[in-house]
């Protein structure tokens, strides 16, 4: 397995642009999680999925946030409108069993 | 709430120190335990976990991690460090009732001298 693809690995945007990071999980697990990771406030939980249904989400920051998961191959976060603080690493993680593997990272900038 | 807490932000050694990483945890119930390591630019990897069974574990590259329940605690070891481990280490509490979600320390800056 080719582990968990996440999609763009580098993306610069201008503040108020719609901005979508993309993951693809790790055949036949059954969790998805996406974690945020800044020099500030470290690694942190938006949100995560259980067979494609949001579980928890009270790690959103904000509205502007959003996060789906059509099927069980695919999983998307969006932030519309995006703003310089947003800029961080995005980190995409799925898991079988209780042990997570953890794709490259999105890294997004705001400029 | 839960919460990870490393004791170290960030740690300088030289090559074949001893390395010991601090890892407590706060939550009442059953957790399984992490430790992933950061290189730079890279993405987080697994080191090691402990699920049930001996609390002493060994991971990769010749870490290892006790696991002491009344102390709340998860720390990391190896005996002699490489350049090679210049790395951040992030120590994490998987929530057993709740798919694994990780909570994550805020993570130990390891610089190796050579």
């Known amino acids: 397995d080719a582990g968990v693809i996440q999609s763009p690995r580098h993306e610069v945007t201008e503040m108020g642009q719609e901005v979508t990071l993309r993951c693809k999980p790790i055949?036949?697990?059954?969790?998805l999680f996406w974690y945020r990771q800044t020099m500030m406030r470290g690694l942190e939980l938006l949100i995560y999925?259980?067979?494609?249904?949001?579980?928890?989400d009270s790690g959103m920051p904000e509205d502007r946030f959003s996060a789906k998961m059509p099927n069980a191959s695919f999983s998307t976060l969006k932030i519309q409108p995006s703003e310089p603080r947003d800029s961080a690493v995005y980190f995409c993680?799925?898991?079988?069993?209780?042990?997570?593997?953890f794709g490259q990272g999105t890294r997004l900038t705001v400029v | 709430a839960q919460s990870v807490s490393q004791h170290n932000h960030h740690v300088i050694l030289s090559e074949a120190a001893s390395l010991e990483l601090g890892c407590n945890y706060s939550?009442?119930?059953?957790?399984?335990l992490f430790w992933y390591v950061q290189y730079p630019g890279q993405h987080l990897q697994l080191l090691l976990k402990?699920?049930?069974?001996?609390?002493l574990v060994k991971g990769i590259k010749g870490f290892e991690a006790e696991f002491i329940k009344s102390k709340f605690s998860f720390n990391l070891r190896k005996p002699s460090v490489q350049w090679s481990d210049t790395a951040e280490y992030f120590c994490?509490?998987?929530?057993?009732?709740?798919?694994?979600?990780?909570?994550f320390g805020q993570g130990t800056e390891l610089s190796v001298k050579p």
């Open positions: 994490a509490v998987g929530l057993y009732n709740q798919g694994g979600k990780l909570i």
């Open positions: 055949s036949g697990h059954d969790y």
């Open positions: 402990y699920f049930s069974g001996d609390p």
């Open positions: 999925f259980n067979n494609n249904v949001p579980i928890d």
């Open positions: 939550y009442g119930g059953t957790v399984n």
């Open positions: 993680a799925s898991s079988l069993s209780r042990k997570a593997f």
